[in-house]
């Protein structure tokens, strides 16, 4: 079996025959878990277990599956970029059914062909092994796995898995390849919708909170008790940290701190601190702050008379602080305002609440932001989308939307409710609501697009939430918006209903001809509100949307389709991923239309709500996976591919924007662009929008091209996803190119170069000199070249 995966970096070459996997037999443990290893399900559901007998000695590793499951003990292994592997190791199987994937084996995930043979049935300790070849890369993932690519059922137990070097490999050469492109008008061709740039924000892992929103305190309306019971945070098994309990540390004795459910801030409980004379408080670390940065926020006290003051500190070290005194207490709730200034660089600062006197001291919350923010959002984080210049953002979800209430966003910030995230992991405190979203959309010029909840919600809530964007003050909703702050109207246009409702995963889900009556009881309700709004059905290519669009043609103005890539070996292939989902899928969608005579007076085109490549290890929180130049080259084609089907695909929306899957990363104190984000911002930006026909291009470089609105001007994109250097001659057909045009390049010789935020950027949009239409363009290994040309 042969597998390529491709980078330049080079690193130390291991000894040949050494196993490279910590920890092979299972036999160190930590917590009962072994030490290296984690779980992971893909889906289905499989109990994981770590067994007291081994092969010969030792322990092994269990997986179960009842239902079915496509599940695996995983393990992250350092390697060294180009050499020969051999992935072996020990499996034994009972009563294991293939199912809808292969069996029991060991695989490298995301390596085409780097997979052992795989065991179904009964048998007893069986080896299995595989050979298989890196070209780039610095670390692979051992799977020993239950499924593959589908679910299996049945027991299957693993032991003494080794991965080993066997020598090195030369890496690829480059070799300079001449092609040439004929352009061809097409006049009668749909223009390319802007819409086709849209981006997707959902309240999960970091991509909302940590994220967009400035907000630097975990918890601050108290939803978990103090003190935690259990450990504050816990790692997924993708690596990610997520919240588990109380980021809340009593100082002293934790005896003081009750939490008290009578008259809470928010939520059922707010934390109440009793003081004997004395002092008593509490704290919350790993706070990200900069040097001589000014730190704004707020802190809601309520007091006994007995209790004299409280003060706040921001700690950047052992005894270096700023601090807020508060002496004017009163006995109901009050807000005080904070402001402190660091005094050196950290990512461990301390927020310190203490009180002083005798009597009790409640809480209601705190928060804390960089005094840059802007209306609540991170400003580096904003100057970046603004960048990115993306037309049109959809929120909230994604599955979290199906559990979610739109109400709890509403109405003072410090009062709404924390709830568990319904969808995902930790919580979500309702800081950013449908006013905050509207205002983060006109911050960075961009139209909201709303998902309405069609899980857990019904068609009277839908119907409410259009009313209360866009209803007039003299409606009741609209009066509401008005109450908290926005009298004017939202003017939302576009509203999803519903998220992947076809999916068993999705809150709410039910059966299809259940789902249709669903649907069009919404829709029916929504245009009741507002009759101009346009609705996206949910839909998923397939018996779904065919029964979608056969029940519900007169209730949708779009349909959604979702589809997300993951990883394989070689760039070129790993590159053109995105072809076949937008093929297979408008392929289906044009047999529909082809087959229901009542579509023929209904234009329904195609809203991609959700795209992306989504593979790798969690990097920026739950579900941040980190992308890189190969990516990039990805994003492009799927960029071009959507201008190619422009007469059917009105709308894309890659998912998600800032850190889950997302085109741009934070850490506490800094935003970057993703290589991904590159290619999005390039094409928006200077990328024509009615297409012209491409003739003659060479089947491994994707091309396209389009001219201006105005036909000043001829833009083609062109991508070049190997290691080869082209000189392509541009034939310009009937076009009359009149001078040198414009260009711009992404390049980066190594397909797993990234950026990272806070690091200088290594992936970036280069300008060329100017370019001679007249003189072949040389395209570089791995590379993405828009040029304009003026006509």
Partial sequence: MLCIVLSTLMGVVPEPDVNLVTNPTFERQTDDLPEGWRRHSWSGSAAFHVEPQGRERGHSVRIDSTDGADASWFQSVDIHPYGRYRLSGW????????????????????????????????????????????????????????????????TAWYDDIRLEFMGEITPPQSETIATEITMFATPDAEPISKYIYGQFIEHLGRCIYGGIWAEMLEDRKFYFPIPADEPTWKTTPEGAEVLAASPWVPLGDAGRIAMCVEDPLSGEHSPRMTLHGDTAGM??????????????????????????????????GNDAYDSVIIEDLTDTYAAYPLQFRAGA????????????????????????????????????????????????????????????????????????????????????????????????????????????????????????????????????????????????????????????????????????????LKHNWVVDKMRKVDADIKTIASGQ??????????????????????????????????????????????????????EMDHLADRDIRIAFTEWNYWYGPHVFGELGTRYFMKDALGIAIGLHEY????????????????????????????????????????????????????????????????????????????????????????????????????????????????????????IDIEELPSVDITAPLSLAPISITVIRIPL
């Avoid at 070996?569 to 239309?593: C, F, G, Q, S």
């Fill in 643 to 762: 201008f190619r089907q422009s007469d059917i695909v009105h709308m894309a929306f890659y998912a998600q924007t800032v850190n889950v899957i997302g085109c741009i990363k934070t850490t506490g104190t800094a935003a970057e662009f993703e290589a991904t984000a590159l290619p999005l911002m390039l094409y928006r930006n200077e990328f024509g929008t009615q297409p012209v026909a491409v003739d003659g291009t060479d089947e491994r470089l994707d091309v396209a091209a389009a001219l201006t609105e105005d036909g000043r001007f001829l833009t083609i994109g062109l991508v070049n996803p190997t290691w080869d250097r082209y000189e392509v001659t541009v034939d310009t057909g009937s076009y009359a190119p009149q001078g040198n045009g414009q260009g711009w390049i992404i390049a980066h010789e190594d397909p797993l170069a990234h950026n990272h935020p806070g690091e200088e950027r290594v």
């Fill in 541 to 594: 290519a397939g018996p779904w949307s065919e029964g979608m669009l056969a029940e519900c043609a007169d209730h949708m103005d779009y349909i959604a389709e979702h589809y997300y890539l993951q990883s394989r070996p070689d760039i070129t292939e790993h590159a053109k991923m995105p072809l076949a989902p937008i093929r297979n899928v408008t392929n289906m969608h044009r047999h529909y239309r082809n």
């Fill in 91 to 154: 499996v034994k199987t009972e009563d294991v059914a293939a199912g809808t994937g292969q069996g029991a084996l060991l695989n490298i995930h995301g390596i085409q062909g780097a997979q052992t043979p795989a065991l179904t049935g009964d048998n007893d300790w069986t080896y299995l092994e595989c050979e298989f070849e890196i070209v780039g890369g610095e670390s692979v993932q051992v799977n020993a796995l239950l499924g593959g690519w589908g679910e299996a059922t049945g």
């Fill in 283 to 316: 704290y919350q670390e790993r706070l990200a702050v900069e040097a001589d940065k000014a730190y704004t926020g707020r802190i809601v006290l309520r007091a006994e008379p007995g209790i004299e003051s409280v003060e706040v500190r921001l700690y950047w």
């Fill in 345 to 516: 660089d950290t990512e461990n600062a301390r927020f310190e609440i203490t009180g002083r006197g005798t009597g009790n001291l409640t809480i209601g919350t705190a928060s804390l932001m960089p005094g840059d923010n802007i209306q609540g959002f991170r400003a580096d984080t904003l100057a970046l989308l603004k960048k990115l210049n993306s037309p049109i953002y959809r929120w909230p979800g994604g599955n979290f939307v199906s559990g979610y209430d739109w109400r709890d966003g509403l109405g003072d910030r410090d009062r709404r409710p924390t709830r568990t995230n319904p969808a995902w992991t930790g919580i979500e405190p309702n800081d950013m609501g449908m006013h905050e979203f509207i205002a983060l959309c006109r911050l960075i010029d961009a139209e909201p697009m709303i998902t309405v909840n069609t899980g857990f919600g019904d068609a009277h809530s839908a119907a409410a939430q259009v009313e209360y964007a866009n209803g007039a003050v003299d409606t009741p909703m609209g009066a509401w918006r008005a109450e908290n702050g926005s009298p004017e109207p939202f003017d939302v246009t576009w509203w999803c209903v519903g998220n992947e409702m076809w999916g068993p995963w999705q809150l709410g889900y039910m059966r299809l001809e259940h789902y249709v």
